[in-house]
Nanobody
Framework: QVQLVESGGGLVQAGGSLRLSCAAS????????MGWFRQAPGKEREFVAA????????NYADSVKGRFTIARDNAKNTVYLQMNSLKTEDTAVYYC?????????????????WGRGTQVSVSS
């Protein structure tokens, strides 16, 4: 089992940047595919980005391609989400998730463990 704790959220103006971090407990972090999801008020949880166990393969939602970058540091049991050129529509609670499957998937139902989330608010 793995526990996930997100940090790095906050309030930023449109066009600005934030870097989210997700620290995982336990010695098996490198066995999990890691993902970031977000949920805005009144909306469904949506996929943002995911990264393979080694960090070599990544997947992004179309809405964030070219602006967001996911990366992981297995030595530090941490996954990051660098968010640049933020837009007001990026405002949401951002969740880190881990899955023990074999495929870097956008399907939130495939993820086994979730953090509590961190709020990102982008003002105009």
């Amino acid at each position: 089992q793995v526990q996930l704790v997100e940090s790095g959220g906050g309030l930023v103006q449109a066009g600005g940047s934030l870097r989210l971090s997700c620290a995982a407990s336990g010695p098996t972090f490198s066995r999990y595919i890691m993902g970031w999801f977000r949920q805005a008020p009144g909306k469904e949880r949506e996929f943002v980005a995911a990264v393979s166990r080694s960090g070599g393969n990544t997947n992004y939602a179309d809405s964030v391609k070219g602006r967001f970058t996911i990366a992981r540091d297995n030595a530090k049991n941490t996954v990051y989400l660098q968010m640049n050129s933020l837009k007001t529509e990026d405002t949401a609670v951002y969740y880190c998730a881990a899955q023990s499957g074999m495929i870097v998937t956008m399907d939130h139902l495939k993820y086994d463990y979730w953090g509590r989330g961190t709020q990102v608010s982008v003002s105009s």
